[in-house]
């Protein structure tokens, strides 16, 4: 039996000045968990689009199963064996479970789609690796955790061999991920070869056999996680140790800088966010923890202004904003880092400098608000501040005028919070603002935040990792179907009491309740 | 995506003109004729000397029409409508030029002002349509268009009719309402530095000011326009009712021009709207590329009707390799949409 699966021998891509991938060489036992590590902008996405033939390198080859393949296109590298699980899934939200699995390699009968082979065939694989779906099933209905079920169905059944699955945890409640390791194991134990793209180092010494690291575009460590340590595997990806950087306490508070009040929102027809009440105020960091899709994202868009409420006020430094619109609330004292970065927080096709600027181009530097030249904008200004920026936050790129869509997430990211940190606005929104961020720059990203706090602003927090929530939040609400079901006082809140309340635990979760 | 990114952006625009240029040739054997005898008389009739004051002229229109798909193209919307609002403006500018008896030096800015006002407020109706009841401007403009046309058909047939005239046509305009012409050049008017001014201005608005940086914002990607307090309703109001201003310009500048009349249909057969919507998606909206691909359609356009002429291939050949190159650029986009949903993030 030979033991590769899949080999890279020294594959390179360059995309304008950036070396995404340098010689990178890597080999896949048949029947492993192969953990690909490293921080945003390390090569890791570059490297897998390259394996599943999204991207052509440059030079270097690829061998399957001994062979040497050149993919054209993805349908190349289904054909060899791979299957692929996107970070953002693939699926046809209209249509059911199984018609998503078997799309493209359909069993037909007499020229149509044999539904009943279908459902057969979703339920044998379900039940083969554990997936539990149901396959008539809408999947616009699923949860996040039951639709990454579906993408790796979907893989399977075209007989993938070799799975790539690119951080399929960031999704998941911690129930699921137990699940989904389950799912992996025993895909493994089957023979079939499991690449897991990730930066979180637990998941990597939970579920793994082997762990390759990246960094700058290059291999800086090679191990057997058995063999390794959690502290190991920081110093290959980073090159240094990180240093944890913990809430340095409360600080004095200050002002309310914003107050919902019974807020409601109803979204075609079904009741997204009921009946939520907080308040934030002036030196101090509210978390709200949660799964995602419990309400979280329509509160951030109702205090935003892009999602009208059904009920309840919101008020900014005081003002009642509630039929505002953005404009008039972000001039009110509101900043805000979405979780849909490419989506909202940024025009992909537009350089670092356009995204740095926008909100900021009618106001000097940029932009003149009264007199002559008002309405007008000095770009000589505007690149001259987005490349100081761009040296203040790190933000790795080929210059200014980069397109924001040809930066690693992590870069990406930091554009958006250089961005809505410089307004300096009173209360900070910031939703998920490390999703999909490594280690380094998560470190960078809280530090900012902490002073953001020092300062005398106040934060609201969204996250759905429990870790972040306790390193920075003074107080921990909890979402849970559209309600907030628990409040923890930093010196009561823990990963199991927040963890227990994320997973729907109301009747536990009430006795912690400490309004 | 990054791929796609470092290749040449204009390799699918000129892409697209050369493949056009191949099909016709194509059609053109086909039909038992000669190609190169063909285009070459289309290069002849455009850019012979004797006729550049034509082709100049056709060119500013070009531009102008260009402008009205270009401006909201901006921020992302087709404004189909470009006829409709020409034909406005033409009826405009004749009623003013004509019936306030203005004195000479301010008949043809009143009326050129007026043409503007009208039309651009006849194209702004697009953008609460849109937003008030989400009816998309591509439709709206589209199905406004031939409404506006059919207005100003009756008033020429009827209430402005010449009398005694079989053409449905106005009486020629007043001495006084006729637009300045340069020196002694027959058909290129003040209108064609007025053209080059609205195009320097498009440029300046779209690369210096908040608002152009606005539009191209909502037209990269319309959500992170309003995350960021835009409001793309009242940029579609100014983005339409520019575009509609230019629009009326251009009509002015027609009915003020000789023959001095309004005559039906007299705007509308020449297919400047259709020329401009071509140059306009052909330079991806870029306001300095316009002017540029203006002058590939201005050269189909004029030497249509010498290649007619001399090489005996119907000038409606222009209208073809027209077609084909916004055919083309159209599954750009498809493709371009295509690729972008299998990208990855980084």
């Known amino acids: ?515 | 995506m990054i791929a796609r990114l470092t290749r040449h952006p204009a390799v699918v625009p000129i892409g697209a003109v050369v493949l056009a240029i191949l099909i016709g040739a194509v059609v053109i054997l086909l039909a038992g004729l000669n190609p190169i005898d063909a285009y070459a008389a289309v290069l002849q009739g455009s850019l012979d000397v004797r006729n550049l004051d034509y082709t100049f002229s056709v060119w500013g229109f070009i531009c102008g029409m260009g402008l009205v798909a270009a401006i909201p193209l901006r921020m992302g919307e087709f404004n189909l409508g470009g006829n409709g609002q020409l034909v406005l403006g033409g009826v405009t500018a004749y009623v003013v030029a004509s019936q306030l008896g203005l004195p000479g030096i301010i008949a043809v800015p009143f009326a050129l002002i007026a043409a503007m006002l009208v039309s651009g407020g006849f194209a702004a109706v697009s953008a609460p349509l849109a937003t008030r009841f989400g009816i998309p401007i591509i439709i709206s403009t589209l199905l406004l268009s031939p409404v506006a046309v059919a207005v100003a058909s009756y008033l020429v047939r009827f209430p402005l009719a010449e009398k005694g005239s079989g053409n449905a046509q106005t009486p020629v305009l007043p001495e006084d309402a006729h637009i300045w012409s340069l020196g002694d050049l027959r058909y290129t008017t003040v209108g064609l530095p007025l053209m080059v001014a609205v195009m320097v201005i498009f440029y300046v608005v779209d690369s210096r000011s908040a608002v152009g940086f606005e539009l191209r914002v909502t037209g990269a990607n319309r959500r992170f326009g309003e995350y960021a307090g835009l409001k793309p309703g009242r940029l579609a109001i100014g983005a339409m009712g520019s575009a509609g201003a230019v629009a009326g310009l251009v009509g002015a500048i027609i009915v003020l021009s000789s023959p001095y009349r309004f005559i039906d249909g007299a705007l509308i057969s020449p297919g400047y709207t259709f020329a401009g919507l071509a140059a306009a998606l052909l330079a991806g909206g870029r306001p300095a590329l316009v002017p540029v691909t203006a002058i590939l359609f201005t050269i189909l356009q004029v030497g249509g009707a010498s290649m007619e002429r001399t090489a005996e291939v119907p000038r409606q050949l222009s209208d073809v390799l027209q077609g084909v190159v916004i055919v083309i650029l159209a599954l750009r986009v498809v493709l371009d949409r295509r690729r972008a949903g299998a990208g990855k993030d980084s």
């Open chain 1, 1 to 515: 039996m030979s033991t590769a699966a899949v080999e890279l021998r020294a594959i390179s891509r360059r995309f304008d000045a950036v070396v995404a991938n340098d010689g990178i060489d890597l080999v896949l036992a048949r029947g492993t968990v192969h953990a690909v590590m490293g921080e945003n902008g390390a090569g890791k996405s570059t490297l897998m689009s390259i394996l599943f033939g999204l991207v052509r390198p440059d030079s270097g080859e690829i061998i399957v199963d001994g062979e040497a393949r050149s993919f054209q296109s993805p349908l190349d590298a289904i054909a060899a064996g791979l299957g692929m699980v996107h970070q953002h899934f693939r699926l046809f939200d209209s249509m059911t479970v199984a018609e998503n699995v078997v799309f493209g390699a359909e069993p037909t009968r007499g020229g149509r789609i044999d539904r009943a082979a279908a459902d057969a065939r979703v339920r044998s694989l379900a039940e083969r690796y554990g997936l539990d779906t149901d396959p008539q099933a809408r999947v616009g209905d699923l949860s996040a955790g039951a639709r990454q079920r579906v993408e790796i169905l979907k893989a399977l059944h075209r007989d993938a061999r070799i799975l790539i699955l690119d951080e399929p945890t960031a999704v998941l409640t911690p129930s699921e991920v137990t699940s989904l390791f389950t799912v992996i194991r025993r895909a493994a134990e089957g023979g079939t070869t499991v690449v897991l793209v990730t930066h979180k180092i637990q998941e990597v010494l939970d579920v793994s056999t082997e762990v390759t690291v990246l960094r700058d575009g290059r291999v800086s460590g090679r191990f057997v996680t058995a063999d390794t340590t959690s502290a190991e595997l920081v110093r290959a990806m980073t090159g240094r140790e990180v240093e944890v950087v913990a809430n340095p306490g409360t600080g004095t508070l200050g002002e309310t800088v914003l107050e919902v009040e019974g807020v409601s929102v109803v979204d075609a027809r079904v009741e997204r966010v009921s009946n939520v009440s907080l308040a934030v105020r002036r030196g101090e960091i509210v978390g709200i923890a949660g799964v995602s899709g419990n309400g979280q994202h329509d509160l951030v868009a109702a205090i935003l202004g892009t999602t009208p409420v059904s009920a309840g006020r919101i008020l900014l430094g005081g003002d009642d904003v509630t039929g505002a619109p953005v404009a008039a609330r972000r001039s009110a004292g509101l900043a805000v880092i979405p979780e849909d970065r490419r989506g909202e927080g940024s025009a992909v096709t537009m350089s670092i400098t356009e995204n740095l600027s926008l909100g900021h181009h009618r106001q000097p530097p940029i932009g003149r608000p009264k007199g002559f030249g008002r309405g007008w904008m000095s770009l000589p200004a505007a690149r001259t501040r987005a490349s100081e920026q761009i040296s203040s936050y790190d933000i790795r790129t080929s210059g200014e005028k980069q397109p924001v869509g040809s930066l690693s997430g992590g870069n990406a990211q930091k554009v958006v919070i250089a961005r809505e940190l410089a307004f300096d606005a009173p209360l900070l929104i910031a939703e998920q603002p490390t999703q999909g961020v490594d280690v380094g720059a998560i470190e960078a990203i809280h530090g900012r935040l902490l002073d953001y706090r020092a300062s005398g602003r106040g934060i609201l927090l969204v996250s759905h990792e429990i870790s972040e929530l306790l390193a920075l939040a003074d107080r921990v609400l909890v979402m849970f179907a559209g309600e907030i079901v628990a409040e923890f006082d930093r010196s009561q809140a823990s990963a199991e009491r927040i963890g227990a309340a994320m997973a729907g635990a109301a009747a536990a979760a009430g006795e912690e309740w400490t309004a």
